[in-house]
């Protein structure tokens, strides 16, 4: 009888450990919104779960003050939730248990020039290389700094911080890689891109390199230099930043004063359009030219032809 009343009490133990294994959250901070449970052996008016408050708080009946219970961990819930006990002559030596039955969740967003921008929900911290990963990593096009952007507390604006992606993802500044605790809206910018067209001999859109910026001529040499014809002055489109539906400006640029050092290299900003229309003048010149030499071969040929016949 003893042998099956001690199986039975392993069999019990057992599915109470299962159980616990399997609802248990991973350990965090109590948060605003989370969901405890609260056991204090002997009482059971005062055993209940509780839903942490905007505020950090909780409140359980016969006490004078809601207990603050905000980033303690549930051990440390437990004392805080003991002293006060005490403290108001509830109970002498109170026992206390304090479970976390439901994480509130806070999600977290990445955005940008990742390859899969996503939310998620966060049930504990998690750090930024985490999210970024989950993000499935960085694109091609991602910029040279991370901003993560915190909710406003109290009243205060939101913290916007920068995290440069190099010394990120080396790691040669661990702290960089900050803990997240959900809320957060994680933004990678891309990298601007200026856009050369017209009269070179590759047109296309270019990167801007973060700390080397881009000027007229480094366009002009990764569109693989001017082609032909080209006119001696440019002009780059720059559309306004505060009003998206104003024309883009003109300006105009001196692309032959450049070339030949006369005139200082202008800078590029993202999103400008260096384009380099073909000189006319230029290439009629050159169909005129072109027409007189096909015409003084045709003659000459005739020339000899009519002499050596002759």
């Given at each position: ?17 299962q159980?616990?294994i399997?609802?248990?959250l ?24 509780a839903r942490?408050s ?7 009946p016969?006490?004078s003050?809601?207990v603050?219970?905000?980033?303690l ?16 002559e509830?109970l002498?030596d ?15 967003s990445v955005?940008?020039a990742?390859?899969h921008?996503?939310?998620?929900p966060i049930y504990?911290?998690?750090?930024l290389?985490e ?7 960085l694109?091609?096009d991602a ?8 909710a406003?507390r ?7 911080q ?7 993802m080396?790691?040669?500044q ?36 973060e ?12 569109a ?6 080209s ?13 998206a ?5 003109e ?9 030949d ?6 800078p ?6 260096l384009?380099?229309?073909?000189s ?5 010149s050159?169909n ?15 020339a ?7």
């Amino acid at each position: 009888m003893n042998r099956i009343l001690a199986i039975a009490s392993l069999i019990a133990v057992t599915a109470v450990a299962q159980d616990r294994i399997t609802t248990d959250l991973p350990a965090r901070p109590i948060q605003p919104g989370d969901l405890v449970t609260i056991t204090v052996y002997g009482a059971q008016e005062l055993s209940r779960p509780a839903r942490v408050s905007t505020d950090g708080t909780i409140r359980l009946p016969m006490l004078s003050m809601p207990v603050e219970i905000r980033d303690l961990l549930p051990a440390q819930a437990e004392a805080r939730i003991a002293a006060a006990l005490v403290e108001d002559e509830i109970l002498v030596d109170p026992a206390v248990t304090v479970a976390i039955a439901e994480y509130h969740s806070s999600p977290v967003s990445v955005a940008g020039a990742v390859r899969h921008p996503l939310t998620f929900p966060i049930y504990q911290k998690t750090s930024l290389v985490e999210a970024i990963t989950r993000a499935e990593g960085l694109s091609a096009d991602a910029g040279a700094k991370i901003l993560i952007t915190r909710a406003a507390r109290n009243g205060e604006a939101p913290l916007v911080q920068r995290i440069p992606v190099k010394q990120l993802m080396d790691g040669s500044q661990p702290e960089l890689n900050v803990m997240l605790e959900g809320g957060e809206e994680i933004r990678v910018p891309e990298l601007g891109r200026v856009f050369v067209a017209g009269n070179v001999r590759h047109p296309g859109g270019f990167r801007i390199e973060e700390g080397t910026g881009m000027t007229v001529l480094k366009a002009v040499a990764l569109a693989e230099g001017l082609a032909p014809f080209s006119s001696k002055q440019a002009f780059i489109l720059r559309h306004s930043i505060t009003d998206a539906q104003a024309p883009p400006a003109e300006i105009p640029v001196e692309l032959r004063q450049i070339t030949d050092r006369k005139t200082p290299d202008m800078p590029l900003a993202a999103n400008d359009i260096l384009y380099i229309p073909d000189s006319r003048r230029a290439r009629m010149s050159a169909n005129a030219i072109e027409k007189i030499l096909a015409f003084a071969a045709g003659t000459a040929s005739g020339a000899l032809i009519l002499s050596v016949n002759r």
